[in-house]
């Protein structure tokens, strides 16, 4: 791979749009894979290019130059300044976050404490092209609200690409996924304004994302009207919480998560398969769902963070002090227990899985680093991927609920 076409080509792209930074690619929406694509409307060059994160990435050198100050290197976590467990204190907070609130909780205090003048959030639109997201800046603390919750779909950057002339002069803080985050850093390292008024990056732990058609098929298997949906999250509303749609008619329908992750055989992207960044190795904070049982169980919703330098920890620290957030210590070992299914499909599986696509004629994403240099049974990855294929081709010819219910039975 070469240029953004050969990206799309490939089926990598992930739809984000940061591509579209020097002007010479405009996004497009493209049914049948559910996502939007980039279109080439100027003569492309090199920087588009180093841009785009579903092409891979320099992670072990880039978190290398960002953190090695002060922070013990982890191939599971990256670097680590300091860890914990935290919630908001906030009930209004708590209520619609995917977990502990703190993504919220840091926006909210990064424009309170004027350390910068907006953050950059992302929240779910109801377009006539259907549910999709905006990812825009503001300081209005409503909009925050509003863009709370884990988005697991695509999430196109074009406007807040055009935005970013406006802002740039202005001091802001980026919140987003591992691959934007890595984008947004190649950005940074492109133009001086963003380097030096990108203070602070927020990322979530990621497992990766499923296509738009996932929403769609997700609203009609649960007999709602999707063109017609006025509300839509995936996560909120506790512990670990629940997909929650509404349409305009008043029907609705909630499912808990990660319950209803299995109800369409859509799978994730290609490019999510083959990633090898599981918690934002490029974030100054990375922030993830507790799934440990002492946590889970309890009433009050769990995050598990890091902070990858001494600027991240005392903003950390300073929210406890000001009794804004709950801390609890933790070990760097528990936060990857608490992530083990996705560290061992990123981390463990990256090199078998990579040998099994490459065989197939897959095109891979560049990383340089940060996986284990471990063999996983060749036969394990043969049988993960016939899966997923084989889910995807039943979604495809309309039998996937039928035979889900069966196998059900
Ligand atoms: C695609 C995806 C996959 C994830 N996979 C895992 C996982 O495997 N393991 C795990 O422990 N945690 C995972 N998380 C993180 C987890 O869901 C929560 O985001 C995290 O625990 C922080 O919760 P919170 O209550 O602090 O966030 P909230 O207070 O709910 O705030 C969330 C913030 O993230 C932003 N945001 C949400 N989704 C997106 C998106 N797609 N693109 C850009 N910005 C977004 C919102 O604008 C908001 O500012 C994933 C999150 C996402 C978005």
């Known amino acids: 791979m070469k240029n953004i076409e050969s990206v799309v080509k490939s089926n990598l792209c992930l739809g984000c749009g940061f591509c579209t930074f020097r002007g010479n690619y405009k996004m497009e929406y493209n049914h049948s894979k559910g996502l939007y694509l980039p279109k ?30 002060n922070a013990q290197y982890s191939i599971d976590l990256g670097y680590i300044n300091k860890q914990y467990v935290v919630s ?73 690409i055009s935005e970013i002339g406006k802002y740039k002069f202005h001091k802001f803080a980026f919140f987003g996924t591992p691959c934007q985050i890595a984008a947004i850093r190649e950005i940074q390292r492109n133009d001086p304004h963003i380097a030096k008024n990108l203070l602070f990056t927020v990322g979530n732990f990621c497992g990766g994302v499923k296509n738009y058609n996932n929403i769609k098929k997700l609203a009609q298997r649960n007999k709602l009207d999707y ?5 839509f999250r995936f996560r909120g509303g506790g512990q670990p919480g ?97 992530q083990n299914q996705n560290l061992k499909s990123k981390k463990y599986r990256y090199l078998s899985r990579n040998n099994l696509y490459r065989f197939l004629g897959y095109k891979l994403p560049d990383f340089d680093g940060g996986y284990h240099n471990i063999d996983f049974p060749l036969k394990k990855e043969i049988k993960i991927y016939l899966i997923h294929k084989l889910k995807e081709l039943l979604e495809k010819i309309g039998l996937y609920g039928f035979v889900r219910n069966i196998i059900k039975k």
């Open 242 to 338: 629940s997909l929650l749609m509404v349409d305009k008619h008043g029907n609705s329908s909630q499912t808990n998560y990660p319950l209803y992750v299995g109800y369409t055989g859509y799978s994730k992207l290609l490019r999510c398969h083959l990633c090898v960044d599981a918690t934002a190795e490029l974030a100054d904070i990375s922030c993830g769902d507790a799934w440990l049982d002492s946590y889970m169980e309890d009433f009050r919703p769990w995050s598990v963070i890091i902070s990858r330098n001494k600027k991240a920890t005392e903003i950390i620290n300073m929210l406890e002090s000001q009794q804004k957030i709950i801390i609890r210590e933790i070990s760097k070992e528990e936060i990857s227990k608490s």
């Open 88 to 160: 908001s204190k906030s009930e209004r907070i708590l209520q619609n976050a995917s977990s502990g609130g703190i993504m919220t909780q840091i926006a909210l205090f990064l424009l309170k404490e004027k350390i910068v003048d907006y953050v950059v959030v992302t929240k779910f639109i109801y377009s006539e092209n259907g549910i999709k997201t905006k990812t825009f800046f503001t300081n209005d603390i409503n909009e925050i609200f509003e863009a709370q919750g884990s988005k697991y779909c695509p999430v196109n950057m074009d406007y807040f």
């Open 40 to 69: 080439k409307t100027g003569d492309s060059n090199h920087l588009d290019w180093e841009i785009c994160p579903a092409k891979g990435y320099t992670i072990k050198q880039t978190s290398a130059q960002l953190y090695t100050q």
């Open 227 to 231: 063109e017609n949906i006025k509300y």
